[in-house]
């Protein structure tokens, strides 16, 4: 079954990921806190704070069942139904601002009619993975859209650049005429068809969330020890706030999360650690700053 | 008129008020900014920054008009329509963490059928203060409570009950179960009736602006020299996570100006200079972050 599937793969992919970055970090580990939910399921959450290299950084997973939440049912418009749903969510925040923050989740979606939950009605896979510079290296862009690509591709042609494009559209500030970063891939409601099955999107999922380290990892360690002065520390600080309005303002996960009575801690995890907002704080005329931001106002085809 | 006389009363209320702060910071003035709109109208934004007292304040006005924007349109369900719109707005986040930061908004609004404004079809005014402490002192909130009561008894017994108590349920976190600060005034929609002219809420408007200074000023003056340590810094930082997080996520005051394009520099002024997002924070139990907590999930009575 991909749910049981969907849960286990999720479960080795969290303990992955943390002891990948645990071990990159060499100072901080994972807290881990379980948590369970009224009306079925639960989950758990692993933060990691104070680190050496991470700031702060949460990969959780849930598996959360049971009769759908009102607001569910009102969004999809009907007056009974029950549900699975199972996901890996992450938001990493580095201490160094040559090194980018980076988001990523994987979430597979059950509806049923019955509350036995054995009449099946609908199932999807939605996510994602998307990079946040504060000082955009070319190269380092180019490789976390390579190794996405890569892991698109045996799943076909088309999903790299559809996947790519829906990321360049959903992670985008309106109010503020900018992305959010340089991209990556941005998915939701990948349901079977004649050209996948919902097994075929079960594996592309799969290899998009192995994608994940080989994507991120070799950027960490190659601008971990790049030097930079507190201007630059107060710049990531300023650019962090325009992540936090996006989760806030934009963020249907968030959003989502909030309004059905989710974990708070465990959503808000997203959230960076130090933030600042400074009345209008422009980057000086031709400097790195500005050259980030000429990027995220014009999103670019690193491939 | 009442909008030509309201317009000029924001703006000696503007002057008033930064005057009085920078008198109070006694290192930082106020840098001014004045904007146009497109379509009619148009502002003067004055920011404060990383003065002795005041660690970032803004005291806007504004006075816009013209054509309906289509997201005002929906709102009220009209297919045409021609406003004017006038008001203050200010939020002031003091640097000791004894000082509460108090935010305030006083605004007019017309509604007319004809492009030449002079067929009104509908007039109200909104607005209100209140006050985010980040130690609770009960006479400092007794204090503020009383002095907005005084601006509102002489308007009718009924008023300050009936906003104290739609302050308490506006500046709610709903997804954190606590209130945004003690309250204060909350009130919109105040339209001419039998019992009150447009003319007679004018007055009282006026005279809730008018108390601003008395309610805020005195409890500046006397924690602003209160020693306080590192931990509570933190803990103020902590607590402004809380103030992003109503202003991005509930405030419609906010969330109408992004949607309808106003000047988002001006809005987001309201944010905090400094913020942090730990992990699940949680104030010792018995400590004076406690008490300020325990009072935020259960509104008081202050007077």
């Given at each position: 079954m991909i749910k049981t599937e969907f849960a286990s793969y999720i479960k080795s992919l969290q303990?992955?990921?943390?002891?990948?970055?645990?071990?990159?970090?060499?100072?901080?580990?994972?807290?881990?806190?379980?948590?369970?939910?009224?009306?079925g399921g639960?989950g758990?959450?692993?933060?990691?704070?104070?680190?050496?290299?991470?700031?702060?950084?949460?990969?959780n997973i849930s598996e959360v069942h049971g009769?759908l939440?009102?607001?569910i049912?009102?969004?999809?418009?009907?007056?009974?139904?029950w549900f699975w749903a199972g996901g890996i969510s992450?938001?990493?925040?580095?201490?160094?601002?040559?090194?980018?923050?980076?988001?990523a989740n994987f979430r597979y979606f059950e509806l049923y009619?019955?509350?036995?939950m054995?009449?099946r009605t609908d199932a999807w896979f939605g996510g994602g993975?998307?990079?946040?510079?504060?000082?955009?290296?070319?190269?380092?862009?180019?490789?976390?859209?390579?190794?996405?690509?890569?892991?698109?591709?045996?799943?076909?042609?088309?999903?790299?650049?559809?996947?790519?494009?829906?990321?360049?559209?959903?992670?985008?500030?309106?109010?503020?005429?900018?992305?959010?970063?340089?991209?990556?891939?941005?998915f939701d409601y990948l349901r079977g068809?004649?050209?996948r099955s919902i097994s075929d999107w079960n594996s592309f999922v799969t290899d998009a969330g192995n994608?994940?380290?080989?994507?991120?990892?070799?950027?960490?360690?190659?601008?971990?020890?790049?030097?930079?002065?507190?201007?630059?520390?107060?710049?990531?600080?300023?650019?962090?706030?325009?992540?936090?309005?996006?989760?806030?303002?934009?963020?249907?996960g968030?959003?989502f999360?909030?309004?059905?009575?989710?974990?708070?801690?465990?959503?808000?995890?997203?959230?960076?650690?130090?933030?600042?907002?400074?009345?209008?704080?422009?980057?000086?005329?031709?400097?790195?700053?500005?050259?980030?931001?000429?990027?995220?106002?014009?999103?670019?085809?690193?491939?």
């Amino acid at each position: 079954m991909i749910k049981t599937e969907f849960a286990s793969y999720i479960k080795s992919l969290q303990n992955e990921i943390c002891s990948a970055l645990e071990g990159l970090d060499g100072k901080e580990k994972f807290l881990e806190e379980s948590w369970e939910r009224d009306g079925g399921g639960g989950g758990l959450t692993r933060v990691i704070e104070k680190g050496n290299v991470f700031e702060k950084g949460g990969v959780n997973i849930s598996e959360v069942h049971g009769e759908l939440p009102d607001a569910i049912k009102n969004h999809f418009n009907v007056t009974e139904g029950w549900f699975w749903a199972g996901g890996i969510s992450l938001v990493i925040h580095p201490v160094n601002p040559m090194v980018p923050t980076v988001h990523a989740n994987f979430r597979y979606f059950e509806l049923y009619e019955d509350e036995g939950m054995t009449q099946r009605t609908d199932a999807w896979f939605g996510g994602g993975a998307d990079l946040t510079p504060y000082y955009l290296f070319d190269e380092d862009a180019v490789h976390f859209h390579q190794m996405l690509k890569k892991a698109c591709d045996p799943h076909g042609d088309d999903l790299y650049p559809l996947f790519k494009q829906q990321c360049d559209e959903y992670f985008f500030n309106t109010h503020r005429g900018e992305s959010r970063g340089i991209g990556g891939l941005f998915f939701d409601y990948l349901r079977g068809d004649e050209n996948r099955s919902i097994s075929d999107w079960n594996s592309f999922v799969t290899d998009a969330g192995n994608a994940f380290l080989d994507a991120y990892l070799p950027i960490v360690k190659k601008r971990v020890n790049e030097p930079y002065n507190p201007a630059q520390k107060y710049w990531q600080e300023i650019r962090r706030g325009r992540y936090v309005e996006f989760n806030l303002i934009h963020d249907r996960g968030t959003l989502f999360g909030l309004k059905t009575n989710g974990r708070i801690e465990s959503i808000l995890m997203s959230l960076p650690p130090k933030v600042r907002w400074d009345y209008d704080f422009k980057p000086k005329a031709g400097s790195r700053e500005e050259q980030l931001i000429n990027v995220l106002k014009d999103p670019k085809e690193w491939i």
